[in-house]
């Protein structure tokens, strides 16, 4: 048997539990707590609505700068990594911490951080991990990445999306504050979490096989 086809072999089987896989999931935790805190400035060629209406423009118009935070795709990268079993273990370990240890959420933590509109996003991660896990079982082609990206990345923001309507029904919040929160978090959003989760788990695939040949 080639060190390749054991390599996939592996990646297959998924990571044994043991200290070492311990301490994996620990550490994928910790980065999931560092992506939450961390803002990229993501700057990008732009077509200004102003081109098409005679306006004076500078080259800064054609230029978007988006402050990103990158921790759905590094939830994407953990679930591809460890796989879905550890990488689920990975995201509740996260969640527990967030509301009952430390505060490692972006508002904060606690228990109460459940009625916070976005905790949907983070209840989301959980099923996210799973789909995405499930399709890249099978192997990290680039149509199993896409697809897995395409429905982790979804489910996020669909479950986040629903928990907060539920929560702002619950507070007796008007449409302009449900249509105006959900163009802020899941809005373009979604195309920038979905172009560095694709590029996550190609790193994903990589560090596994690295991983693997040092076990």
């Known amino acids: 048997m080639t060190t390749e086809v054991k390599l996939i072999k592996k990646q297959i089987e998924g990571i044994r539990l043991s200290f070492g896989s311990l301490l994996l999931i620990f550490c994928c935790t910790f980065l999931i707590i560092l992506a939450t805190f961390v ?13 098409f209406e005679g306006a004076d423009l500078g080259f800064k118009d054609f230029i978007h700068t988006y402050k990103f ?34 505060p490692v959420f972006a508002l904060g933590g606690g228990p109460k ?6 905790f949907g996003y983070i209840v989301g991660y959980i099923p996210a991990v799973f789909f995405a896990g499930s399709i890249l079982k099978s192997g990290f082609s ?3 990445i896409l697809k897995a990206v395409f429905v982790g990345v979804l489910t996020i923001h669909l479950i986040g999306v629903l928990y907060m309507l539920f929560i702002a029904g619950l507070k007796h919040e008007g449409w302009t504050f449900m249509s105006g929160w959900i163009c802020a978090q899941s809005g373009v959003k979604i195309i920038y979490d979905m172009v560095f989760s694709f590029a996550a788990l190609f790193i ?6 690295i991983l693997w040949f040092f076990m």
């Open 39 to 51: 803002q990229l400035d993501i700057s990008h060629f732009i077509l200004p609505k102003g081109l």
């Open 69 to 102: 935070i990158p921790q759905i795709p590094v939830v994407m990268f953990v679930g591809a990594f460890l796989g879905r079993k550890y990488g689920i273990a990975s995201i509740l370990i996260y969640i527990l911490l967030g509301l009952f240890i430390i």
């Open 113 to 118: 951080y459940i009625l916070e509109y976005g």
């Open 142 to 144: 680039n149509k199993n």
């Open 204 to 209: 994903a695939r990589y560090a596994k096989i």
